[in-house]
Structure formats: C-alpha cells, structure tokens
C-alpha cells in the first residue's frame, strides 16, 4: 500500500498496480517493494538512493541498471526528481511515492486513473516502467489483461 496519506484512492492503488507489475512488492521479506533493487537483493537504508549497479541477462542479453525501489528508480532519476520536488530526506516510501505520482503526472496519465481509464494510464505511463506493456525495453512487459484483472481483483 502506498505511504502517503490523505492520496486518492485510485492513484493509491495506481502506485500499488506499478509496484506489483515491476515485481518489488512481491518480493520475500521485502518493505511492501520499496526496499528492492533491480534483480531482487534487498537493500539496508532509505538514506539515499542505494546507486548500486546490477547487471543481469534479460532475454539473452546483459541489462545493466541501478534500477531501485517500489518503482525501480535510477539512482540519476532519482537525484533529478529530489532536487526539483524539493524533496527532505531519503529515499523513503513516501518519497519514492511522490516520484511515481509526478512521473504519472508529466505523463498526463492522473485524470485517467482517478476516471478508471486504467488501460489508457497504463499506455501513458509504459516508456517509465518496463514492466507496463506498449515499451520496447525488451524485459518482458506483462500484458495489459494480467494487469487489468489485478486492477479488477483489487477493487
């Protein structure tokens, strides 16, 4: 569930649909995803950005990211987005939350989640995270009815 309080509903679950589909919040002995990096390994601190680099094999090539976080964040996005939201503090849950909903804002995907036009959001939101269907990262991106009928069972 998303850390910030008083959030919309709708783009509460939003940031939950995104956690679930990067795979962070379903990893074992994980924060709800917040604390995971790219590949799985937890990390320690929500200090800073973990900026740790990670190279794994996706389809038969080597993907190297510093991919971390409910919404796998690199570590230079991140540095970006806490500099112009004027972030205090770490890489909190509630930080990486206020991230993910100016990400989804700069793709003008808001009034479509809070209108329950979540295929449409998606479609917006897919060149930010792999795992959306509609990119060309080539990591094997969920299709849209998996995440439609997690939209739908999470009512």
């Not at 799985?40 to 996706?58: C, M, N, Q, V, W």
């Not at 409910?70 to 987005?81: H, V």
């Not at 770490?90 to 808001?110: C, H, K, M, S, Y």
């Not at 449409?120 to 995440?147: M, R, T, V």
Request: proline share 5%; aromatic share 10%; hydrophobic share 35%.
């Amino acid at each position: 569930m998303s850390r910030l309080q008083n959030l919309n509903p709708a783009v509460g679950k939003f940031l939950d649909l995104i956690r679930y589909s990067e795979g962070t919040s379903t990893v074992r002995g994980s924060d709800d995803g917040y604390n995971v990096l790219f590949g799985g390994e937890l990390f320690p601190s929500y200090a800073d950005h973990p900026r740790k680099l990670i190279t794994l094999p996706i389809n038969g090539r080597p993907v190297a990211s510093t991919a971390a976080g409910g919404y796998q964040l690199l570590s230079r996005y991140w540095d970006a987005y806490h500099k112009s939201l004027s972030l205090t503090g770490g890489f909190t849950p509630e930080n990486q939350d206020r991230v993910a909903i100016q990400q989804i804002r700069e793709r003008r995907a808001l009034d479509d989640i809070k209108a329950g036009r979540i295929a449409e959001a998606i479609a917006k939101c897919s060149n930010i995270w792999a795992s959306f269907p509609g990119n060309n990262y080539g990591q094997n991106p969920h299709k849209l009815e998996k995440l439609l009928q997690w939209w739908a069972a999470h009512a």
